[in-house]
């Protein structure tokens, strides 16, 4: 079973930057990270866990309309890591940011990390 650790978060002010990382840790010798595809998510105070940001495991990627042009995933391999650069943040993108598998495995969800935008 993978597990996912989230770090990055914090408090930003409108209109700054933050990247956050995703590490995958697993007890399985047959997981092999290269092989996900694997998603940001996050989660705001009221609303339903949305996916923000998907890489595909040959380096794809899509975005959510609201974080188009703000938002960039990228991976690690070899760290087995994911990341997400989020520049421009808005207090709208103040929320609990998750990673995992895309589809989500829901085995997987990991504490997530808080983001929160605000002056």
């Known amino acids: 079973q993978v597990q996912f650790v989230e770090s990055g978060g914090g408090l930003v002010q409108p209109g700054g930057s933050l990247r956050l990382s995703c590490v995958a840790s697993?007890?399985?010798?047959?997981?092999?990270?290269?092989?996900?595809?694997m998603g940001w998510y996050r989660q705001a105070p009221g609303k339903q866990r949305e996916l923000v940001a998907a890489i595909s495991n040959d380096g794809g990627t899509n975005y959510v309309d609201s974080v188009k042009g703000r938002f960039t995933i990228s991976r690690d391999n070899a760290k087995k890591t994911v990341y997400l650069q989020m520049n421009s943040l808005k207090p709208e993108d103040t929320a609990v940011y998750y990673c995992?598998?895309?589809?989500?495995?829901?085995?997987?969800w990991g504490q997530g990390t808080q983001v929160t935008v605000s002056s």
């Open positions: 697993t007890r399985s010798i047959f997981s092999i990270f290269s092989i996900y595809n």
């Open positions: 995992n598998r895309n589809p989500p495995n829901e085995g997987s």
